[in-house]
């Protein structure tokens, strides 16, 4: 069965619903048995020290300064602070599943915006870079199709020169191509499903020939055609068809792969079962 690394640690109530929609979604997972639900415990915030800036990470942890909600998070509180400490506590038990496994989730976002000297965008820690920077001896390969760029994983890319961060998206959000940074802008408007196709089997490519250890797939749902960030061409088959995709073609080249939920801002009852159709895509490729 599908191990998705959650924890009802991960709730907690913020101004938008992005960290609510996790135990949403891990709901409906658990209800209709699709995975098994793993608890992460913390993270240990030393590992997280050597990942970004320690006074970043000190404010964050004590809440007592106004950088410790510069990514957005207001107000900051206890709850705030123990759910992000055990969604990044998930993404390394995630990649130790996956990367024995062939196959894991964890039922948060990669936090792609959150760059070394702090977070933003409502991205606290950088969840892909911790993975490269905790894991030195492994090739790191981000897939990230959220729809917007992740600009702090491109900068992380330049620091750790185990990570690579492919990115296919329909708004840069600052997003640079680097050395080990590579991004597709697909227009949100003139844009179509073959170009996103052809960027996934472009980041395949990529990752066989650098004999990546592990995927991790931001299956973003920021760019459903409903979202005020979405591509107008992008359908709720066509992600799923995507997702698939991705799966496919990870089983097929036996490349270890971590998804997580990355972005999406529509009301829950449109936004849970589009997250809920990755698990099922999962589910449908590595669990027949
Ligand atoms: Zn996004």
């Known amino acids: 069965m599908l191990k998705a690394c959650y924890s009802p640690r991960y709730y907690a109530q913020t101004h938008t619903n992005s960290m609510e929609k996790l135990t949403a979604v891990a709901e409906v997972l658990r209800a209709r048995n699709m995975v098994e639900l793993v608890d992460p415990g913390l993270i240990d915030a030393e590992v997280l020290r050597k990942l970004h800036h320690p006074q970043y990470v000190d404010a964050f942890l004590s809440g007592e300064s106004a950088f410790a909600t510069i990514q957005g998070f207001k107000p900051w509180n206890e709850q705030l ?10 993404q390394l038990l995630g990649a130790q599943i996956a990367m024995k496994e062939g196959i894991a989730a964890n039922i948060a976002q990669g936090f792609h915006h959150a760059s070394y000297e702090s977070g933003a965008a409502y991205c606290t820690f950088n969840g892909l870079a911790l993975v490269a920077k905790q894991f030195p001896e492994k090739r790191i390969f981000v897939l990230d199709c959220d729809q917007h ?13 185990n990570l690579i961060n492919f990115g296919i998206f329909g708004i840069r959000f ?6 080990r940074s590579l991004t597709r802008y697909i227009h949100p408007k003139q844009g179509n499903f073959d170009l996103y ?28 055609q409903h979202d005020k960030y979405g591509s107008k061409w992008l359908t709720t088959e066509l992600l799923f068809e995507r997702d698939r995709l991705v799966f496919d073609m990870a089983k097929k080249m036996k490349i270890p ?26 589910n449908a490729i590595y669990f027949p």
């Open 81 to 90: 602070r123990d759910a992000i400490l055990s969604v990044q506590a998930g």
């Open 149 to 161: 760029g992740g600009d702090g994983t491109a900068i992380f890319s330049n620091r750790l020169s």
């Open 174 to 179: 600052g997003c640079r191509a680097g050395e």
């Open 197 to 224: 196709r052809e960027a996934i089997f472009e980041a395949f490519q990529y990752a066989s020939h650098r004999d990546t250890d592990l995927i991790i797939y931001q299956a973003g749902m920021d760019c459903h």
């Open 257 to 282: 792969l971590l998804f997580v939920l990355a972005g999406g801002y529509q009301a829950l009852e449109a936004l849970v079962p589009l997250h809920v159709n990755t698990f099922k895509a999962a």
